[in-house]
């Protein structure tokens, strides 16, 4: 039987996914400029499965992230 892939992860499962801990993964989510989602009455904050594969490719290639094309907080 073949497992599916989650479309979304709390916080905590995108952590375990990528091997960092949350507040890394929050500080990834602010540097990447992703957007997190909630859904119905559920308190976690969601991030697309899409998202967590581009931290992980930010953590083992590091030098694909490009802090100065931020749309939010760039000084231009």
Not at 28 to 49: E, S
Not at 51 to 62: G, L, S
Request: a positive charge; hydrophobic letters at 40%.
């Amino acid at each position: 039987m073949v497992r599916e892939e989650k479309e979304f992860m709390t916080l905590e499962e995108a952590a375990t996914y990528v091997g960092k801990k949350r507040a890394s993964v929050y500080n990834y989510i602010k540097d990447l400029n992703i957007k997190t989602h909630k859904f119905g009455r559920d308190r976690h904050a969601y991030i697309a499965l899409a998202d967590v594969k581009r931290i992980k490719e930010a953590i083992e290639k590091p030098w694909t992230i490009d802090l100065a094309n931020k749309t939010e907080g760039s000084a231009a």
